[in-house]
């Protein structure tokens, strides 16, 4: 399988900085962007030999109407935009986006400087949509209090859900991503005694261990997002972090998957547009402001734009 982009497989580390991109102009400077792109992987790797102890990374991903500008014709299978949802004033909006710019590291400033320098190459040709600079929160806790993540596929069980492989053999070792940023309204959380909280995550507060059958409601976050088809688990690699300032404070969400409709399937499930009328409780608390599908080509892919 060709190789991803060093960004996509490891396990999330202590920060992370996220950048939604629009390109101005999509025709005229497409190509011009495309040729910036493919030469991010070179200089992530520059930058990370400042300390490489920070371990740096990153991934570089197209929304589908850039893609079709640098690529027309020939698109991933199963690369669509991101349909909006709305269910009883719930909604999940669609805010689009041409590139993602998504940099981990032990560093934050390490996160930042390469996020600068990416900027400074890409100049006015694009404008920013949306910037988060995410940090790993006491012990990998979402702001809400509970732990985040504990059933994140861990080790060599993430490329097999991450990458694309034998299905699509020309996109094989890219992958999809799709993303949301959530504003939580913590005042209105807080103000829940913990025993109602562990109800609507599913989870106990100090351990994440998962409630019982019996006392886990079918409205519980859990229940919701996780999904069972002929006994297995449809599974996909979060990166999700949490974010904010004394004002406003959230998640933002982002998944690597090989299968755009696991993710579109959960939000369904989330937001309660499924067939069982269930809606994850966790919304009461929580709204997404932003949504799209990207995708992050393989190191070979990604060099063969400009070639």
């Known amino acids: 399988m060709s190789q991803p982009q060093s960004g996509v497989l490891p396990e999330p580390g202590q920060s ?19 040729e910036v792109a493919s030469r991010i992987p070179a200089l992530t790797q520059k930058t990370a030999k400042t ?47 041409d590139l993602l710019v998504h940099i981990i590291s032990r560093r934050p400033d390490l996160c930042f400087e390469l996020a600068m320098q990416i900027r400074k190459e890409l ?92 006392a886990k409601p079918p409205t519980a976050h859990i229940s919701r997002a996780v999904i069972h088809e002929d006994g297995e688990e449809l599974e996909i690699v979060r990166h999700s972090f949490p974010y904010g300032t004394t004002s406003e404070r959230g998640l933002f969400f982002i998944a690597y998957t090989k299968d755009l409709a696991i993710p579109h399937r959960m939000l369904g499930r989330m937001m309660g547009t499924s067939s069982d009328g269930f809606y994850d409780h966790l919304m009461d608390f929580s709204r997404a402001v932003s949504g799209a599908n990207f995708f992050a080509p393989s190191l070979k892919v990604l060099r063969s734009l400009v070639s």
């Open 123 to 214: 100049g006015d040709s694009v404008e920013v949509m949306d910037e988060v600079h995410g940090f790993r929160y006491l012990d990998s806790r979402d702001l809400t209090g509970f732990i985040d993540g504990t059933e994140n596929p861990k080790g060599k069980k993430r490329a097999p859900l991450a990458l694309i492989g034998s299905e699509d053999r020309l996109y094989a070792g890219g992958s999809f991503v799709f993303t949301q940023r959530y504003v939580h309204d913590l005042q209105k959380w807080e103000g829940l005694a913990v025993r109602e909280q562990e109800k609507i995550i599913g989870r106990r507060k100090r351990d994440s261990q998962e409630l019982s059958d019996r």
């Open 16 to 34: 992370t900085l996220f950048l939604i991109l629009r390109v101005r102009d999509l025709q005229q400077n497409a190509r011009s962007v495309a």
């Open 51 to 97: 300390d490489p102890r920070a371990k740096l990374v990153s991934v570089l991903s197209f929304g589908p109407e850039f893609w079709d500008a640098i690529s027309p014709g020939k698109r991933p299978e199963g690369f669509v935009v991101f349909r909006p949802l709305e269910a009883q004033g719930r909604r999940a909006p669609s805010t689009g986006g």
